[in-house]
C-alpha cells in the first residue's frame, strides 16, 4: 500500500485546499489539529444532539466540512472550544494522516492500547505514525505536548502505546489482565473480546479501512466463543510485518483482500457511543440505513 496517498477515509475531498497552507512540522501541524477538533468526552462540554453525533463523521471529508459550515475560516484560525469539531482519538490521527499525505509523506494510523491516560487503565486508542525516510515515527496529536506526558509526544517510544497485536499475543500468554484494557474504567466495554476485536480494527486501518472505533463487521464479536487461532495467526502476521518481514506483510496483505471476516464489505454495523439502536452504513454511498 502506498501510504503517501489518501484512502476514502483520509482524502479531504473539496475541502483539499485547507490543508494547503498548514505547516509542515509536526508540532505546527497538530497544533492546527486541535484547534479543529475536540474529544466528544473531554474538554470540560458535555455535547449532544447534532454536535455530539459528529463522532460518527466517518470521512475527513465530512469533518472538514462539518467545521467550516460552522467556522468558515482557514484551521488555523482559532476556534472556541464550543466550535470545534467533536470527535475521537481516530479522528485526531485521521486528520493528521490526511495531512501528512497531503504533503506527499508516508503515513498511517495504528490501533492499540495508551497506559498514559488512566494509572493502571490501558485505554483503547489511535495514534498516527509517518515515515521519515528510515522509520516509522509515532505521534499522538491528540495530546498537547506542554502537559508532562513523560515522553515525546512527536516521537512516541516503545512502551507508553501497544498495538492491538501486541496486547493480543500478551493476553493469550497470560501476561496481562484483560480486563484492565477497555474504553474506560467507568464502563464494561473491556476485556478479551475487546482487545481481540481491535486486531481487526489493526489491520483494517492498516490497509486503508480506517475505520469508527465501533464499527462492527465480519468475524468481530463480543464474546471468545470461537476458535482462536486465526486471531493468533493474524497478530502474529500483524507484528512480523511491523518488524519488516515482507513474506508476513504479503500474506497478510493477501489474507485481508479475500477474507470477508477480515475486511469489510459495502455495509457495515455501527455500534454509535451517542447512543440508540446499531444501524448500518452503505460505505459506497456513505448513507445511513434504515
Not at 10 to 24: F, H, I, M, N, T
Not at 47 to 53: A, D, I, K, M, P
Not at 134 to 162: N, T
Not at 253 to 278: C, F, N, Q
Amino acid at each position: 500500500m502506498n501510504y503517501a496517498q489518501q484512502t476514502p477515509y483520509s482524502d479531504p475531498g473539496k475541502y483539499a485546499g485547507l490543508l494547503d497552507e498548514l505547516p509542515r512540522d509536526i508540532a505546527g501541524l497538530t497544533d492546527v489539529l486541535r484547534n479543529v477538533l475536540i474529544h466528544y468526552r473531554g474538554g470540560g462540554i458535555e455535547f449532544t444532539g447534532e454536535h455530539l453525533e459528529e463522532v460518527n463523521n466517518r470521512w475527513v471529508e465530512a469533518i472538514l466540512g462539518t467545521d467550516q459550515r460552522r467556522n468558515a475560516c482557514p484551521l488555523a484560525t482559532p476556534r472556541k472550544p464550543e466550535d470545534k469539531v467533536a470527535g475521537c482519538c481516530r479522528d485526531f490521527a485521521l486528520l493528521l494522516v490526511a495531512a501528512l499525505r497531503h504533503q506527499g509523506v508516508p503515513a498511517r494510523s495504528r490501533i492499540g492500547f495508551a497506559s498514559y491516560f488512566v494509572p493502571g487503565w490501558n485505554h483503547d486508542h489511535v495514534i498516527a505514525e509517518y515515515f521519515d525516510g528510515e522509520r516509522w515515527v509515532r505521534v499522538d496529536g491528540q495530546l498537547d505536548p506542554g502537559e508532562h506526558w513523560g515522553f515525546d509526544v512527536h516521537d512516541m517510544p516503545e512502551g507508553p502505546f501497544r498495538s492491538a497485536a501486541e496486547v493480543w499475543q500478551a493476553f493469550r500468554a497470560g501476561e496481562i489482565d484483560p480486563d484492565l484494557y477497555g474504553v474506560d474504567p467507568s464502563l464494561p466495554i473491556r476485556g478479551g473480546w475487546f482487545i481481540r476485536d481491535y486486531v481487526f480494527l489493526q489491520v483494517a486501518h492498516l490497509y486503508g479501512d480506517e475505520l469508527l472505533l465501533w464499527d462492527g463487521w465480519g468475524a468481530m464479536a463480543d464474546d471468545l466463543e470461537m476458535d482462536l487461532t486465526p486471531t493468533d495467526e493474524l497478530a502474529a502476521l500483524l507484528i512480523a510485518s511491523d518488524a519488516g518481514d515482507e513474506a508476513a506483510a504479503t500474506k497478510l496483505r493477501d489474507w485481508y483482500r479475500s477474507d470477508p471476516d477480515l475486511h469489510p464489505g459495502e455495509k457495515i454495523m455501527v455500534h454509535s457511543p451517542t447512543g440508540g439502536a446499531p444501524y448500518k452504513v452503505d460505505l459506497v454511498s456513505r448513507q445511513k440505513l434504515a
